[in-house]
């Protein structure tokens, strides 16, 4: 079974300044792909970025990137250059690639300050 | 309209009546999912499907039933409603070789109240 770690459960940030949401995973499989869902208090949830497990560089989707670090079993999202519209609950998730379940930390609430 | 459905987006029922709530989608995905949300817990999953008739328990299936007849729909039961199963709940789409690019897919959710 994986489990998702997210430690922060709420974080403030100013307008304009990058922002690090941290996310920590356990598994035993070799081969998974992680992702991070922005959850707006509308309740959808949208897809922001995705790393495959054997990928060597660091996934990137505009102001998006994901800091992986295989070893340590650490998959941060950095959100660059907030702007309002980035103020929602984040989830980090992952799924081995065997049988596609997608597990979720608990979240991180971003609110961002003009 | 293209994309994954929920039906409906707001139920309201007692406890212990069966409902049922309805999941469609029009990829033709292989992969389908049941989650709930709670406070403090994320989104935890209920049941799975890899493809048609083919249905797997995640972490939380107790008190849920599902099917997967056709490939499009997934429905959730709940057998006899419990206040416990008041949740928000989300079903979820993939395709193996559209993961990367695409994520999984959800619907807008079901708020279920159990009074």
């Known amino acids: 079974a994986q489990k998702i770690t997210q430690t922060q459960p709420g974080m403030f940030v100013q307008e304009k300044e990058a922002v690090t949401l941290d996310c920590t995973y356990d598994?035993?499989?070799?081969?998974?792909?992680l992702f991070w869902y922005k959850q707006p208090s509308s309740g959808e949830m949208i897809f922001l970025i995705y790393?495959?497990?054997?990928?060597?560089q660091n996934a990137t989707e505009g102001r998006y990137s994901l800091n992986f670090q295989k070893a340590r079993k650490s998959a941060n999202l950095v959100i660059s250059a907030s702007q309002l519209g980035d103020s929602a609950m984040y989830f980090c998730a992952m799924s081995p690639t065997n049988d596609y379940k997608l597990s979720f930390g608990a979240g991180t609430t971003v609110t961002v300050r003009a | 309209d293209a994309g994954i459905t929920q039906s409906p987006r707001y139920k309201i029922t007692e406890t212990g009546r069966q409902v049922t709530l309805m999941c469609h989608q029009t990829w033709s995905h292989s992969y389908m999912f049941w989650y709930r949300q709670d406070l403090g817990h994320g989104l935890r999953l209920i049941y799975y499907?890899?493809?048609?008739?083919?249905?797997d328990k995640g972490e939380v299936p107790d008190g849920y039933v599902v099917s997967r007849s056709k490939t499009e729909n997934f429905p959730l039961t709940l057998e006899s409603a419990t206040r416990s199963q008041t949740s928000v709940y989300f079903c979820a789409s993939s395709e193996s070789n559209l993961i990367a690019v695409y994520g999984y897919t959800f619907g807008s959710g079901t708020r279920l109240t159990v009074v």
């Open positions: 598994t035993s499989d070799q081969s998974y792909g």
């Open positions: 790393q495959g497990s054997y990928d060597e």
């Open positions: 499907s890899a493809a048609a008739d083919i249905t």
